[in-house]
């Protein structure tokens, strides 16, 4: 080995430049390409030099007479234990955060990952886990989906449990978007001339169009249940619940200036679906409009959900749009599916494969008049989830009376 080739093993030069060799064929003195201390042969073809910073100055030759100890070369086993020595140190001058413990064997910590996450960490045959486990060098135990509880991760070294503990994280968080939506911000349609013209569209409907492929009770709406979908999150603790309801709040106070001091009645009139094709419609909903015919509700809408992503990315399903698509559902063919198979997995399945025939539905009812209704307040909700009076549990209520309503400037 040459000297100049020794100068690179030991890294004294960092900057990317090409060392000459006897040759592309010779074998104990190639070309050789250098990167941050790194020495990459060059094969084949004519040697090209790389472009140097015009700040580096080339290195004038070692003396051929020079000669190296074992302590100027780079050694990988010596190295290895160096680090272990440099870490070892810097572990015990370094605090544990709270979910990390010292025992006799090393290092233990347990994580709070919801439930819905252990497959993703456990993986297809166990492999992400084992993964991990290898790489790190760690044990890692995760309670069963059924029995909740935190997971477990032990290794002997802080460097190797933070590694492990990270991973897991990753895995866990990055997954979030493959969860169906748990929670949604609504504003309650609930009352009672909605109702009843709700109900009556159902009993029409079902003596009109009964017949029709897939138009059957477990479709429609329940009155009770009516509302306006401004936001659907995802939320899986305790914690993520407490933050959504007080970035709601801040975000409300924002997007309530374009509604101004006046009350706001919206009307809801007509059908619509979300697909082109009639004969295959998944969700049938009332169109929503201002009484007055004025954008204010639109604004809101829009303003509320931009300053949500904004402030909470993670916790909220929707995409940005420039607007938000107003519409109260009053057929949905995900009304079939069981709350428990919602929490399955199966809704979204069943969402891909179950329609039906909305055709004549358009042609008699193209126009109905489903009434209005004021709008009082916004609720945070959970979906699948529903209190004495058949609406959705409500997280968190915010009257609009209570929210500085302040003419926009």
Known sequence: INTQCLKIMQGTDKKAFYVPGNGDDSILRPNLVVVNGRAYRKLGGAPVKPKLDETYTPQPPIPQDVRYTPQDVRHPIRDKYKRQEREEEEEANEELEDSIEKTTRGYRASLKIPSVFFKYIIGKGGQTRANIERETRCKITVPSRSAEGDIVVEAGTLGALKTAKRRIEIVAW???????????????????????RVQAFKEVALRECGSDQGVEPAVFQAPCKMHLTLAVLRMYTPNEEARAASVLAECLKIASQELGPTPLAIRLQGIDCMNDDPSAVKVLYAKVGEVGGSDRLQRFVDALQSSYLQRAPDLIKNEPRDSVKLHATVMNTSFKMSAGAEQAGELERARRTITFDATKLFAKFRDFDFDQSNVTGVKLCRRGEYGPDGFYVCLAEYPLDRIACAPKK
């Not at 990055?174 to 009843?196: D, G, K, Q, W």
């Open 174 to 196: 990055s997954n979030r978007a493959r969860e169906p939506p748990t929670h949604f911000i609504c504003i309650p349609l609930n009352t009672l001339p909605v109702m009843s």
